[in-house]
């Protein structure tokens, strides 16, 4: 199932839970994760208390993503990758896709499409405003 879901639910998704991971990539052969404060205003995820490593990465890759993670077991994880952009000592991340995410019911592919028995929902992230 999938719905479309405007910067302003973003923000309101986001409410919904409690501390974020930052992944960011830097010349290591690994990611590096980090927890975060966020905030979105007007479509933008505002993320505070980022470590000298993840500012140091997004200085060479941009590119990011962040995931909070359910509250409880079988509830959904929110997925956003994004272009992050250092703003003094926090990151401002444009959303590029967005996806609630939870382990699927099933493993064995659907017949029909072959895909796995996932109810995980996409969601589209509405274009930057220009402005």
């Given at each position: 199932m999938?719905?479309?879901?405007?910067?302003?639910?973003?923000a309101a998704t986001v409410e919904g839970f409690a501390v974020a991971y930052l992944l960011t990539l830097g010349d290591r052969p690994r990611p590096h994760v980090g927890?975060?404060?966020?905030?979105?205003?007007?479509?933008?995820?505002q993320v505070r208390d980022v470590g000298r490593s993840a500012l140091r990465d997004v200085a060479g890759h941009d590119a990011v993503t962040l995931l909070w993670a359910p509250r409880q077991a079988g509830d959904y994880s929110l997925i956003v990758d994004g272009t992050a952009t250092v703003v003094g000592d926090r990151l401002d991340v444009q959303p590029g896709r967005a996806v609630l995410h939870r382990p699927a019911s099933s493993t064995q592919p659907d017949p029909a499409d072959g895909a796995c028995g996932s109810d995980c929902v996409e969601?589209?992230?509405?274009?930057?405003?220009s402005g």
């Open positions: 999938s719905f479309e879901v405007t910067r302003d639910a973003l927890a975060v404060g966020t905030t979105v205003v007007d479509g933008v995820v969601l589209p992230v509405d274009p930057p405003r």
